[in-house]
């Protein structure tokens, strides 16, 4: 179609409007103009939607090519409802404009702002600019670059970078965090919090793209252009950014993050060099020239051309410190220099490596490193290129070469994350020290050398170190050694493997934590990826091998480990490690296996070629770095390896085995020597055996016959068994696999002599007690013995070895030999399973089994033995039952003819087998006959426990014994005075050694066995009471064989040199009998002195060994609290898995065998009496123990109680033997005994009555101590009822308070004993409190409310009120004392009025007493809140229903505010019947309160567990339940009751604060410093918000709303709840809970309700502010009050103004900020007149006469008679006493700073000022200097300026100060007074003392009180004061300075120069 034919143009229509466009198109062009109507392209794109899409779209190319911004414009001004077509032209047409297009601005600007765009056209700009940039060349910069100028000028960044596609946004981000447009790290944050893991994934992705070494590959094959490469400062924030959260991500994509910060280092290139002494000294110059080198190096020159070439290289230091940034970036080849390069040939290669060539020599400078550092060396811009990998430098002194280390300082990258203080450039010394340290461990000798345990123990000791220097060379080391890693893989094997080690070495004790540890582990998981057999590989199964037995620690870790391809083919040991490690738990048999690596074998050359060069033999070096010995079972292991090699030499100490073959070298040694071969031949066997595994088995045969001659062969045969078999049981399979490998009968048979021979040497060696070594070599030789005969079904001949006959004979000769033999014939018997012969019922076999059988019967066979038969049995699956033991033992016909195969016997034959019982490791049942094993007989007990005090030495005096006979003292009694002295020092010397030895030595290993014989019972008091008795056995036997010699020596000694001294000049006759009265005394005393010894021991053994068992006891206390037993979960599987039947432990109680033995341990103390009494403090002897232990804790409960009292009464003095009281203890004791013998609830009723009536029966007149004693003894007993496993403290609490309801009334009211039951939770208050109410007869029985009112003032009003108590547990009783109160008049009982009005202060702002009301709702809801007793089944329901609601509220059909979610829940509340009764819903909320605390409790401990979880997160956990639960308590409220009725809806809410309430108190008491505030805070909080949300229903309830959460508040006051002090301040500061109180509740209802609150936090303040004690948290709380008064001070001066003089009165006088504070507050409505105005007259001003508004009651605290007199005084000036009594009235003690009530001072002082201004204004006139004076008010004021002592008057005069406010009638009237007490002051002193309090107030910042002011500037300025002739003002220069300053700052320069002067002249 020809335009010019027809052109849509020449027709009317709608044109596009283009008048914008800067370059409009051509006018004259016909076919551009047909695109100009508007109607045109509707249609079009109406066609387009039917149908035509494809032929109308190719209508639109002419338009897009030709006049692409028209028809955008077209596109725009149209308003179709079409879309398809037209977004997808927008969206073609969009890059046009995003290129360099005239028009492009206006067009963009047009379609982002124009008007009437609609969104989805901005959606359409963004989407095709993502595409633009990320379509054709990939990510093409400068088009990002054109993107974000577009973005900026059209304000559009910000919507850009909300959008998608990820890829796009953060690389744009990237670019503007550049550009400084916006701060990555946040936006990173924000966008993380926003979008999680997918926007994770995708930062990493980019990452990748943008850096691909970041992966820890190879450089990219073309290096990217510069200007694609990121930034290091953007690659460092975001890899930050994404390690913060890689703990929340999914497990790939954390590991890959981790990678990547990993990685990061060597992306940002930097300067890197070995460790010194890795790499081999000589490297041989090579002869290639600088042009063969790749390419690569080249390029560093351009980036070079920015910098100043020459020698002042800007920055370039000698050791090259990696580019300035945009240099490093541009050679980013991560990997060190080897890499680069591609390999030289060498003339002379001397490294391990080949391939690696040095420079030609002659480049000038240093050699950089790192990856190709260029640097510009003395005016040469040649890069030099280091090709050594491990980057030696080689200095320029001639002739030497000394290796230095210096680390690169580093950019902040990887490890800056990591290591805290990598960022800290550490000196030269620092650096050399740490380079120093490494050089040594891989040195050689003679250098000086380290091992690698030196190291880490250094490092240790450093990074502990209070030396500045140390922690930073630790940081150093560490850091390098990390920095180092990516270098690992160029390390020669040895240096590679010491590496290992000391990598490993490091995790294993625990030197890094945190990141780096992950960092540290992260780094062995990678080389253990590495394939098998591969250099890293090694590295990695070293390291791990070094910190396997911390495996258990990191669980998923070794899951991680396990998940590697090649796990199999690990060490086996390691392989166990690693399964037992996903468990946590360690192997149950810690295997030890040796690791074989190129590395430990290069190492153990190097070794071996050092030792030579000293000439020792190798055989010396057991170097535990190549091998960690092995003591257990490896049967199935590929690739084991074991022990060094040891040359066969006979003068060779054991090498590394636990095992001592001494026995059978000492016997080869005597026996014919055999011919051995030479040195190296013998190495090489070693060598063979020592990598000898099933992989290597045909080769490593071949290599023996290669080596080994056949004349040698007998001597491999002797070394195979001596020094390989005997004591490596683990490789038995191994080596007889060999032997058949070998197929040489003839060494075979060489094996069996040998083996037999050995076998004959064990058997007839002497067979001591504890010769362990001798019983494992004999075990394992018949463990060999089997596999090499009947396993290969070849027989043991009668010749040989006469199996039955062997077993008799061991049975004639005794328990020893036993101990030898049947072990061995176990092991030896094991093997005959494998056996097709020899297996059961073989009859050889069998009969042996009869044998065994038979000895299993004997009944004193020790038990091991038993097992040991036990065990054969199973394993060749026969049953003992089944056998048939013959009578081969008794047979003495065989006796006769034994012939012996074991050694002679050393002594008769069965005689009882026991040891003496010190020595014992399990105590025998029945006390031991110790007649055979002690050449000495111990002399006999002669005391029993409890006759020895230990309390002071002189409990020794009464039982010396001194013989009368003795010839010495015939002749010199008065010697006998030094007797006592010479024992009791003996004594003093001894004991703390013996005692602290002891208990060492005895605690260990009865730690153990307690800890596993009680690993599964629950019950930690029968624990505890095992542990002591078991404890003091021990310790008293360990002290006794300690210390009886000693002293008998000391003794002795000590009584010869008192003789000695007494006796100057003693004949020899005299001296004879000296020493023999001296040895007499010595051993008649010894036991004496030994048992008071042992009985300290004792004594202090009990408590050390509570504080080791102290968490098992908590975790069974835990387990008890929380419902569960414990029983140790590791242990149980273990026990089960790994124990038989007979001995294995039984959940529950210990079984009564086993406990037999402890209950032996407890009669039988060492040293003393054995203990058969009812009394002994043993515990559970009272009946036959069996039944009592095994089945009740009731019993265990009552013996800790006896034990306790007993110490109670053992530790009262003598003289008060006979005290009531202690008789009164001794029947406690006695009913205790009684009850735990019948153990039923009547004898436990009893008991609780007798130690309540005991209790409340102590009067104090006894001796001090001992009523303390009394008191503690009667509560342990209650406490013992209390305790959950005897009747628990809901029937004990309800008995206790039934005892104290229904005693006799003459000690019914014992306040003291009341208050100690209530203080320790032993009474239901409830019904106490009901009681009390009842019992004071509305005030008739006047002792009752006596007494209420003294548990009242205790409980509530006094300091040391109880934190637990709260008003709610007292309603009824205060209830009833107000009633008395207010009805009785002039008559009520003394001190009734002010302790309501006490109680009043404290409580009465806080609404109702109403039986009924909602406080008495909240205070029930407290009181229910610790009931415990639900009805079964209640908590399950309750925590179906909380998670039902959990997941309702957060589901997205909630419906607004959760309303379609709560009608759902009602319905399944009312099906649960949870509705049913108000006691039901009570409970409902609390079990949810409680779950709800409970789950944040454990998010908060997850948190302490895992450090780097991200508290936001856990935050967002605990809130997910409690912001629900929340929602589900305002919707109850709302919900409650008809719409009209509000009493429901607040009883409701009373009810649940009550109870959250009553749950934190609990839980604050409990757990005490453990105390979590969080959950609690957030329900208030919320509840707080819901419940003032603007809705008409909760607008009627506001203000008892309000109410409400005062009364909770204030319950929760911080001396009640300190732990939750903070959030407390946080929820009464909250901006809506301030406006609601102060501001929107009409006339003012909130005032006295919030001032309450702010008194309460200011008594809580007061004491730590009044003696200045201002830890941390007080300094925090202290600032946060100040804040909170600055906001009232700034929006609520008002209320400040009312109520200042009760913030005054609980404000210490030390506080003057905080008080100035208050007191500057004026009514906002009122002008202050600027005090500092010339002249100013304030008796003229409107609002002097006007008296302020104090909402106080101030009055309330005078006493009734005192206010009488004192009106009366005011009045009449009578009595005439009143001013010289008035001082005794105001003085309360004599105590130092609390002399007087401050609070009658300030009421007093207030008081009779506003009398004072009514008496004025009577007068009709005005206060003023003249109008005050000379009236009854001034007198007292003027007595008590001039009565009162300092202390006294500087309160007073504060007292007066505090009213000096802004202007009204109280300020003037005090501020004249103030000044008439200057003027008229009789002393200066006083003076001094009105300067001081007005001074003091004035030099602290501001604001000042106006009153102040004026009152100070009055003083100085009216020259009637002389204030400046007053020495005070002159005493010093500094107060002079000071006054002048004050002077000059409230006057003036020049008035205050006048002032002074103009009276100083005067």
Same mark, same amino acid.
């Given at each position: ?35 100009? %109507? ?45 879309? +398809? ?28 702002? $124009? =008007? $009437? ?251 950089? +490193? ?5 640097? $510009? ?25 000394? =290796? ?151 669980? =998923? ?8 391809? !090649?796990?199999? *083919? ?13 468990? %946590? ?9 040796? @690791? ?238 494998? %056996? ?159 005692? #602290? ?10 730690? =153990? ?92 053994? $009990? ?153 409340? #029966? ?72 009901? !009681? ?126 959760? +309303? ?40 908060? *401990? ?312 009514? !008496? ?5 006139? +005005? ?62 002193? @006083? ?65 205050? *120069? ?9």
């Amino acid at each position: 179609m020809n335009p010019d034919i027809f052109c849509f143009a020449d027709y009317p229509c709608h044109t596009v409007v283009t008048d914008i466009l800067k370059a409009p198109p051509e006018d004259d062009n016909r076919e551009i103009a047909t695109w100009k %109507s508007l109607d045109l392209i509707e249609t079009l794109l109406r066609l387009s939607e039917l149908g035509q899409y494809e032929q109308v779209k190719q209508l639109f190319n002419f338009p897009i090519k030709h006049c692409p911004d028209m028809l955008v414009l077209a596109l725009l001004q149209i308003n179709p409802t079409w879309h +398809t077509l037209r977004h997808e032209l927008i969206s073609t047409l969009m890059p046009i404009f995003l290129g360099n297009h005239p028009n492009s601005a206006i067009i963009l600007h047009y379609a982002w702002h $124009g =008007q $009437g765009q609609s969104p989805s056209i901005r959606q359409l700009i963004m989407h095709a600019m993502a595409e633009w940039y990320m379509r054709g060349e990939q990510y093409d910069q400068a088009k990002l670059s054109r993107i974000l100028d577009v973005a900026q000028d059209l304000k559009a960044l910000s919507m850009l970078l909300n959008g998608t596609p990820f890829a796009f946004v953060i690389d744009l981000a990237a670019l503007a965090s550049r550009r400084e447009y916006l701060k990555l790290d946040k936006w990173l944050t924000d966008k993380i919090r926003e979008h999680g893991e997918p926007f994770i994934q995708a930062c990493v992705t980019f990452l990748k793209r943008r850096c691909p070494s970041i992966m820890g590959g190879l450089a990219p094959e073309k290096e990217q252009p510069k200007s694609a490469q990121l930034p290091p400062e953007t690659l460092a924030t975001m890899l930050a950014c994404l390690q913060a959260c890689a703990g929340s991500v999914s497990q790939e994509l954390s590991e890959t993050i981790l990678t990547m910060v990993a990685n990061c280092g060597n992306v940002m290139n930097k300067a890197r060099q070995p460790p010194p002494g890795v790499m081999p000294k000589v490297r041989a110059p090579s002869t290639s020239s600088i042009e063969t080198m790749s390419p690569v190096q080249i390029d560093p020159l351009s980036g070079m051309a920015s910098l100043t070439i020459g020698g002042s290289a800007a920055s370039l230091t000698p050791s090259m410190q990696g580019f300035t940034t945009n240099l490093s970036s541009a050679f980013n080849t991560p990997q060190s220099p080897a890499k680069a390069f591609p390999p030289l040939s060498t003339p002379n290669q001397t490294t391990p490596f080949s391939g690696i060539s040095g420079l030609p020599s002659q480049l000038p400078g240093s050699l950089g +490193t790192g990856s190709l550092s260029g640097m $510009g060396t003395g005016g040469l811009a040649l890069p030099t290129v280091n090709t050594d990998p491990f980057g030696q430098r080689k200095m320029s002194t001639s002739g030497l070469n000394p =290796q230095t280390f210096q680390q690169s300082k580093m950019k902040p990258s990887d490890l800056s994350q990591v290591w805290p203080e990598a960022n800290q450039h550490f000196s030269k010394e620092i650096d050399d020290e740490a380079n120093s340290y490494f050089q040594r461990i891989y040195n050689h000798p003679p250098h000086p050398t380290m091992s690698v345990d030196e190291v880490l123990e250094m490092l240790q000791r450093f990074k502990d170190s209070s030396i500045k220097r140390e922690r930073e060379v630790f940081n150093c080391m560490l850091r390098n050694l990390f920095e180092e890693y990516r270098f690992f893989p160029q390390y020669p094997d040895k240096e590679l493997h010491i590496t290992a080690c000391l990598f490993g070495g490091i995790i294993e004790k625990g030197l890094v934590t945190y990141m780096a540890l992950g960092l540290a582990l992260r780094y062995v998981l990678e080389a253990l990826r590495k394939p098998f057999d591969s250099k890293m590989y090694y590295f990695g199964i070293a390291a791990l091998d070094r910190f396997k037995n911390r495996l258990k620690d990191y669980p =998923q870790y070794c899951q991680h480990l396990a998940s590697i391809g !090649h796990f199999l *083919q690990f060490p086996h040991h390691l392989q166990e490690y690693i399964e037992y490690g996903q468990q %946590s738990r360690d192997p149950p048999v810690k295997m030890q296996g040796s @690791i074989t690596t190129p590395g430990s074998i290069a190492l153990a050359q190097a070794q071996a070629q050092a030792q030579a060069q000293n000439k020792t033999p190798l055989t010396r070096q057991v170097s535990a770095i190549v091998t960690t010995s092995t003591t257990t079972t490896v049967t199935k292991a590929t690739t084991v390896t074991r022990p060094s090699g040891v040359s066969f030499k006979k003068d060779v100490p054991p090498s590394i085995n636990t095992t001592n073959i001494e026995t059978l070298l000492v016997a080869t040694d005597q026996a014919e020597r055999i011919v051995e071969p030479p040195e190296n031949i013998q190495e090489k066997v070693a060598f063979i055996f020592n990598n000898l595994s099933q992989s290597n088995m045909t080769q490593k045969v071949e290599e023996l016959k290669e080596t080994v001659k056949d004349e040698f062969m007998p001597w491999v045969s002797q070394y195979l068994v001596m020094k390989r078999v005997s004591i490596e049981p683990n490789f038995h399979s191994l080596y007889s696999n060999f032997m058949d490998t070998l197929k040489n009968s003839e060494f075979n048979k060489m094996v069996l002599t040998e083996t037999y021979r050995n076998i004959k040497v064990l058997l007839t060696s002497d067979k001591a007690a504890a010769n362990f070594s001798d019983r494992s070599l004999l075990k394992n030789l018949g463990h060999w013995l089997g596999m090499i005969t009947l396993a290969k079904n070849k027989p043991i001949l009668h010749i040989d070895l006469d199996v039955k006959s062997l077993l008799l004979e061991a049975y004639v000769k005794g328990q020893q030999e036993m101990l030898y033999v049947v072990p061995f014939v176990a092991k030896v018997l094991e093997s005959s399973v494998r %056996s097709m012969v020899f297996r059961p019922p073989n009859p050889w076999t069998m009969a042996i089994m009869n044998v065994l059988a038979e000895l299993h019967q004997e009944h004193d066979l020790k038990l091991n033995l038993k097992f040991e038969i036990e065990v054969l049995c199973k394993n060749l699956a026969l049953d003992i039952n089944d056998l048939k033991p013959g009578t081969l033992l008794k047979d003495k016909e065989k006796l006769t003819n034994l012939e012996e195969q074991l050694s002679a016997p050393k002594r008769e034959s069965k005689i009882p087998e026991e040891l003496p019982v010190v020595v014992t490791t399990a105590a025998p049942v029945t006390p031991a006959t110790t007649t055979t094993c002690t050449s000495t007989v111990p002399p006999q007990p002669q005391f029993s426990y409890h006759d020895i005090n230990v309390y002071s030495l002189a409990a020794l005096a009464p039982h010396i014994t001194v013989n009368p006979n003795i010839p010495l003292f015939q002749a010199h009694p008065q010697l006998k005075s030094y007797v006592r002295q010479a024992i009791e020092r003996a004594v003093q010397e001894l004991v703390h050694p013996v005692v #602290d030895r002891s208990i060492k030595i005895a605690m260990t290993t009865c730690e =153990q066995i307690v800890r596993k014989d009680f690993a599964l019972d629950s019950e930690e008091s029968r624990m505890r009471v095992a542990a002591h008795h078991m404890m003091r056995n021990l310790t008293a036997g360990m002290a006794m064989i300690t210390c009886r010699e000693p002293l008998l020596m000391s003794i002795a000694t000590n009584l010869k040199n008192n003789f000695a001294t007494a006796l100057r000049t003693a004949s020899p006759q005299q001296r004879e009998m000296m020493e023999q009265a001296a040895a007499q005394i010595a051993q008649d005393n010894c036991e004496l002195a030994c048992c008071f010894i042992q009985k300290t021991a004792v004594e202090k053994a $009990g408590p050390e060994m509570d504080k080791r068992l102290a968490t098992e006891f908590e975790l069974r206390k835990h387990a008890r609290q929380e419902g569960r037993r414990y029983c140790d979960p590791v242990v149980l599987t273990y026990q089960a898995e790994r124990m038989p039947e007979q001995i294995r432990l039984k959940v529950g109680g210990v079984d009564p065998k086993q406990l037999a033995v402890y209950e032996e341990f407890a009669r039988n103390i060492p040293g003393f009496l054995p203990s058969n009494d009812i009394s002994q403090p043993t515990g559970f002897l009272a009946k036959p123990m069996q039944q009592a232990w095994a089945t009740d804790d009731i019993a265990q409960i009552y013996d800790k109680c006896i034990t306790e009292l007993e110490q109670h009464l053992h530790a009262i003095p003598p003289t008060l033997a006979m005290n009531p009281q202690t008789q009164a203890l001794r029947n406690l004791l006695e009913a205790v005994v009684m009850a735990r013998n019948s153990r039923d609830a009547i004898a436990a009723l009893g008991l609780l009555q007798k130690a309540v009536e005991g209790l409340l #029966d102590a009067t104090s007149g006894a001796d001090p101590d001992l009523l303390l004693r009394y008191r503690e003894c009667h509560l342990l007993v209650l406490k013992a009822l209390q305790d959950g496993r005897a009747y628990g403290s809901q029937w004990c609490n309800n008995k206790i308070t039934r005892c104290l309801i229904e005693c006799r009334d003459e000690y019914k009211y014992n306040v003291d004993a009341v208050e100690l039951l209530i203080r320790h939770h032993l009474v239901n208050m409830q019904q106490y409190d009901i !009681h009390l109410a009842q019992s004071m007869e509305n005030g008739l029985n006047y002792m009752a409310v006596a007494f209420a009112m003294q548990l009242v003032k205790f409980l509530l009003v006094d300091e040391r009120s109880i934190s637990h108590v709260t008003e709610a547990d007292l309603f009824n009783t205060i209830e009833t004392l107000m009633r008395i109160s207010a009805h009785s008049r002039g008559n009520a009982p003394e001190g009734l009025p002010q302790l309501m009005d006490l109680l009043r202060a404290n409580y009465e702002a806080m609404m109702d007493r109403a039986h009924g009301g909602p406080n008495f709702m909240m205070h029930s809801g407290i009181s229910q809140a610790s009931e415990y007793d639900d009805p079964p089944g209640l908590r399950e329901k309750a925590e179906y229903l909380l998670r039902e609601w959990v997941n309702l509220y957060h589901s997205a059909a909630a419906g607004r505010d959760s +309303t379609k979610a709560f009608s759902a829940f009602v319905g399944q509340m009312h099906q649960q019947g949870i509705l049913k009764t108000d006691d039901l819903i009570t409970r409902f909320f609390r079990l949810c309160t409680e779950m709800c605390v409970e789950i944040s409790y454990r998010a908060q *401990q997850e948190q302490q567990h895992n450090p780097t979880a991200n508290p936001t997160m856990i935050r967002a956990k605990c809130y997910h339940n409690l912001d629900a639960f929340v929602r589900l308590i305002a919707l109850l409220v709302k919900h409650s009751g008809e719409a009209t009725n509000t009493v429901t809806k607040i009883n409701l809410l009373n009810k649940v604060l009550g109870i959250v309430v009553g749950v934190l108190l609990q839980d604050h008491e409990v757990r005490q410093s453990e105390f979590q505030q969080l959950p609690y805070h957030r329900i208030f909080i919320m509840l707080l918000l819901e419940l003032n949300a603007p809705e008409h229903v909760l607008e009627t309830i506001n203000f008892q709303t309000l109410t409400a959460f005062c009364n909770t508040f204030h319950i929760l006051r911080p001396t009640k709840a300190p732990g939750f002090v903070y959030a407390w301040l946080e929820l009464i500061s909250h901006r809506i809970f301030i406006a609601r109180m102060l501001a929107h509740t009409p006339q003012q209802k909130g005032w006295p309700m919030y001032a309450q609150l702010l008194i309460d936090l200011f008594k809580f303040l007061a004491p730590y502010l009044r003696n200045v004690e201002l830890t941390k948290p007080m300094q925090i709380l202290y600032k946060g009050t100040l804040r909170v008064l600055l906001v009232l001070l700034h929006d609520f001066p008002e209320f400040l103004c009312d109520y200042h003089y009760g913030f005054c009165d609980v404000i210490p006088p030390n506080c003057i900020q905080l008080r100035n504070l208050i007191l500057s507050a004026f009514p906002r409505n009122m002008r202050l007149p600027d005090p500092f105005t010339p002249n100013l007259k304030v008796d003229m001003l409107s609002e002097i006469n006007i008296a302020p508004r104090i909402l106080t009651n101030f009055t309330g605290v005078m006493p009734p008679q005192f206010k009488k007199d004192l009106d009366s005084y005011l009045k009449t000036r009578s009595p005439v006493t009143f001013l010289s009594e008035l001082r005794s009235n105001l003085q309360v003690s004599n105590e130092p700073g609390n002399r007087y009530n401050i609070q009658l001072i300030n009421a007093l002082v207030l008081y009779v000022g506003t009398q004072a201004i009514a !008496h004025i204004h009577n007068k009709g006139s +005005t206060p003023s200097m003249s109008t005050i004076t000379h009236s009854a008010h001034m007198d007292i004021f003027q007595n008590l300026a001039v009565d009162l002592d300092t202390e006294g008057r500087y309160l007073f005069l504060n007292a007066i100060a505090n009213q000096l406010r802004y202007p009204n009638s109280h300020t003037h009237y005090f501020s004249c007074t103030m000044l008439y007490l200057f003027a008229e002051a009789n002393t200066e002193a @006083i003076q001094e003392q009105i300067t001081r309090v007005l001074l003091e107030r004035l030099i602290v910042n501001r604001p000042h009180p106006w009153g102040l002011l004026i009152t100070f500037i009055e003083l100085i300025k009216n020259p009637a004061f002389k204030f400046w002739n007053h020495e005070f003002v002159h005493c010093a220069p500094e107060i002079e300075k000071l006054f002048q300053s004050v002077a000059q700052c409230c006057m003036g320069q020049k008035q205050a *120069q006048q002032v002074m002067e103009g009276t100083g002249a005067s």
